[in-house]
């Protein structure tokens, strides 16, 4: 049986907390480092209903894609808000805690990567690859292009990334022409608005991302760029689950992943035709 500091040893070798944005934080937030892991929940948000579903199953750790204590906190008083509750519940349950966020972004194979395999994408490469001599030629970087093994349409490409991903209420949105053909598509898991510029200087026909705003969007699409695809932040990343699990699968016998939709939009109502 593996203890909790082998198995952080492992992510720790899978996604260097060195990669990640000066701003994240990373890697083991609790747990005692001697204590025995039988059985891991892999989540991309440490929520109530979450850490439920952990507690439930009896598992001795949480690995998570978004970091629960982001930004610094003075207190974790249960009653004054949620993360304070959960950090105690985390700890009363004997559960650990480590986070994998933008260094799993950034990896190979990575968040993107993941996203990326769900639409069939082949031959892919960095949208923006990582800089310095530890990086060259290893395929990291934010977000991913490739190219697809036939042309769809737009239409067929939406259609398609509805079908891959997991539902939510959200869904799948595009921008432009629905009979535009596509067959060079980046993908970035998460926000990826930041890249925009990056997909079209790439030559991409289309890119799928989450949380793009309108404002951007216009301007873009008004332009000579990449169609745009919009999903769900919660849906673009929960494919990388299935690697994490997969890597750790090798180091714990029980392994599961989370299909609890936390993507924090629950309707989505269309509007009546007058």
């Known amino acids: 049986m593996r203890t909790l500091s082998e198995i952080t040893a492992a992510l720790d070798d899978l996604y260097p907390r060195r990669w990640a944005e000066d701003w994240d934080r990373v890697g083991l937030v609790l747990g005692r480092g001697g204590n025995s892991v039988r059985r891991v929940l892999c989540v991309v948000d440490v929520v109530p209903a979450t850490v439920i579903e952990a507690i439930e199953a009896d598992c001795d750790l949480i690995v998570a894609h978004h970091p629960l204590l982001l930004r610094g906190v003075s207190s974790l008083d249960p009653a004054a808000g949620y993360k304070g509750d959960l950090v105690h519940t985390l700890i009363e349950s004997g559960m650990g805690l480590y986070t994998a966020h933008t260094n799993a972004d950034v990896a190979s194979p990575g968040v993107s990567?993941?996203?990326?395999?769900?639409?069939?994408?082949?031959?892919?490469?960095?949208?923006?690859?990582?800089?310095?001599?530890?990086?060259?030629?290893?395929?990291?970087?934010?977000?991913?292009i490739g190219r697809l093994p036939e042309t769809l349409t737009l239409a067929q490409l939406t259609e398609r990334a509805a079908a891959a991903l997991p539902p939510t209420a959200w869904g799948v949105r595009a921008a432009g022409d629905p009979d535009r053909h596509i067959s060079t598509v980046a993908v970035c898991g998460g926000a990826g608005d930041s890249f925009l510029a990056d997909a079209a200087a790439a030559g991409a026909n289309a890119y799928l991302t989450a949380d793009l705003r309108h404002h951007p969007v216009s301007e873009h699409v008004s332009g000579s760029g990449p169609a745009l695809i919009d999903a769900a932040h919660w849906a673009t990343e929960r494919p990388w689950l299935d690697t994490v699990a997969e890597r750790l699968s090798r180091l714990v016998e029980d392994v599961r992943v989370s299909d609890l939709d936390t993507d924090p939009w629950t309707i989505h109502q269309k509007p009546g035709v007058n």
Request: avoid cysteine.
């Open 113 to 144: 990567d993941a996203l990326a395999d769900r639409l069939g994408l082949v031959d892919l490469r960095p949208l923006r690859p990582l800089d310095g001599p530890e990086h060259h030629g290893t395929g990291r970087g934010h977000g991913r």
